[in-house]
């Protein structure tokens, strides 16, 4: 199992209309290629949030800096492609 962190290119809204950096962190299949997950993603999210965001790959010490300075992120849980599981975090950009 491969665990795969992107981040969004532009700002989300969170639940009180402030902008928030998305950072998604999915788990899928070693043989699985990267781009259909990353297309994958991108369509969950869009499903999620509403509209179409174009996500970058990101390195798991990447991800981790910034979850690490906002333990208080939003957070979520999403079952997607095959029961593959795709967590969500927004941090507040401050």
Known sequence: MAILYFLAEEPVGNDEQQDCCLIVEVHAP????????????EEAIEDTFGKRLTLWSASQDEASQHLQAAPDATH????FWAGAP?????????
Not at 30 to 41: C, G, M, P, S
Not at 76 to 79: A, K, N, Q, S, T
Not at 87 to 93: D, G, V
Request: no cysteine; charged share 25%; glycine share 4%.
């Open 30 to 41: 070693d043989w699985i290629d990267e781009k259909l997950v990353q297309l994958a993603t």
């Open 86 to 94: 795709l967590f969500w975090y927004l941090l507040r950009i401050v």
């Open 76 to 79: 979520g849980y999403l079952e």
